[in-house]
């Protein structure tokens, strides 16, 4: 399908060939709906950006009445300016007593883990640097089997979190996933996807040590108990990334140099959208800052025509190097048909959900 033939949402520039986008009458996707309803009124209205405030500051108190140890609240941080973000607000602004987690997913940037040095330091906050020897292999295998080193470790790190809580008695979650800026994945990050890719030659047994026998069962347990509460700071604040950088740097002199400049795998996460889809990150991020009146429809096809296709990353060959595999596997992999993956009855319950329900 030639690029200038294929059909793009009305409203934002996600093409036709996005997993699972439909349009409506008015050629508009169901990502530009869902986010009409779901942030539409937040973005407009200041009494709901209060609620929303109120709704939050509940969930504080919860925390901190309910702990059982010593820590109010757990931050996931990775070094990248969302999660750091959000560890200076909990400590500077809710004067929480705060644990920051980090699960090494073997692909960390030094920049990144000197973020990381810096601002835990200057806030006094204890740090766990969650290194498993299991890693390197599951990003190898995921390497191999999809070229995307992302399925290696998002589900890894919400398991991990989700133990690290359950051993220091913490209630409160604070994620730094700003769902109202980011742009949202082609496919999602589902427990079925991971198992699937995962028994394709490797095997659950061999990863069993990153979060224990039955994760997914310990995790829906805790939520219904009410045992576990897990919270996106970004919804319910201004998120100024530009600002956020600013001060990130001023106070702790972090740096950070683009987009997920966290990870070495970013770049190869994004080229393999490409080669698989048919169009990149780029597509997503300006679709996403239509949605947010931050960008012009118009403006977003000319950058899009200057930003796609890519060109095969240089980094590729770190993440390859980190990951103990070959470019040409990363390569392969990129390309290998991902339909066993994706059979199984609760994957589609999920993406069903993912696409009709969120709209993500």
Known sequence: MHRESIRRCSRCILPETWPGLRFDEEGVCQQCRHFERRWGPWLR?????????????????????????????????SGGKDSLE??????????????????????????ALENIRRVTEALGVPHVFDRRPEQKDLLRH??????????????????????????????????????????????????????????????LA????I?????????????????LEVVCVPDFFEWDDDEIRRRLGERFGATFDGDHSDCLGARTMEWAWYRRYGFGAPTAVLSQRIRVNRITREEALERLARLEPPELPPSIHAVAEAAGVSVEEILAGADRDQTPYNRSLMHWVAEIHRNWILGR
């Open 45 to 77: 209205d200041p009494e709901v950006r209060a609620r929303a405030r109120r709704t939050f500051d509940r969930a504080v108190e919860l925390g901190r009445r309910y702990r059982r140890g010593r820590y109010d609240a757990l931050v996931p941080i």
């Open 86 to 111: 959000v560890l200076r607000i909990a400590r500077e602004e809710l004067h929480l007593e705060c644990l920051a987690y980090t699960y090494d997913n073997g692909l960390m940037t030094p920049g």
């Open 211 to 227: 979060w224990g026998s039955h994760p997914v069962l310990d995790y829906g347990l805790d939520r219904l108990r009410g045992r």
């Open 142 to 203: 995921f390497l191999r089997k999809t070229g995307l080193p992302c399925g290696a470790c998002f589900i890894p790190v919400v398991f991990g979190v989700h133990r690290m809580a359950r051993r220091e008695g913490i209630r409160l979650v604070l994620w730094g996933l700003a769902r109202r800026n980011e742009s949202t994945m082609p496919v999602g990050k589902d427990p079925w996807n991971f198992r699937d890719v995962v028994e394709d030659g490797l095997g």
């Open 206 to 209: 061999a990863i069993r040590g």
